[in-house]
């Protein structure tokens, strides 16, 4: 807290400590208390798409505390800013696919479903083109075949 607060300019100690956070959530009262971080860490670093996948984490969080669609609906439309952000992460459109089906799952939408085996479909797409990723950073084949498998049910 004390690196987060002393450079007030600098996301990164702030990223770090949202992170931390992040992974701590037990009560809704604990998303409430993270967000004005995550708007800051905006704030001082506007173009990286981490705030956006934050917020994702958050309202998908608070979704799984109080059961509102709505908080899902707003973690989706977050995963969709941060693909926006940074388009060819397979990483990011991964979660907004995640978020897609458990929409999907809650709401029996066929849309959100479409959508959820489009961006799988996508992620896996982008993984094929990373030539510059080392193989230990790469998917590996049991998860390409494990996505495969989601897309090839989601679409029916």
Known sequence: ?????GYPLDGAAL??????????VSQLGHTDAIEPLVRD???RDPANAASWQQLATLSYQRYELGR?????????EFARRAVSAYPTSP???LVLADLLEKLA??????DA?????NELQTALDLESQRIYVSKPHRMSQALRDELAGRIARLRK
């Open 1 to 5: 807290q004390q690196a987060a607060s």
């Open 15 to 24: 990223q770090e400590l949202i992170e931390e956070l992040l992974s701590r």
């Open 41 to 43: 860490f905006q704030r």
């Open 68 to 76: 509102d669609v709505k908080d899902l609906d707003s973690a989706v």
């Open 91 to 93: 990483e990011k459109l």
């Open 105 to 110: 799952g809650a709401t029996g939408s066929l």
């Open 113 to 117: 479903r479409r959508d959820a085996a």
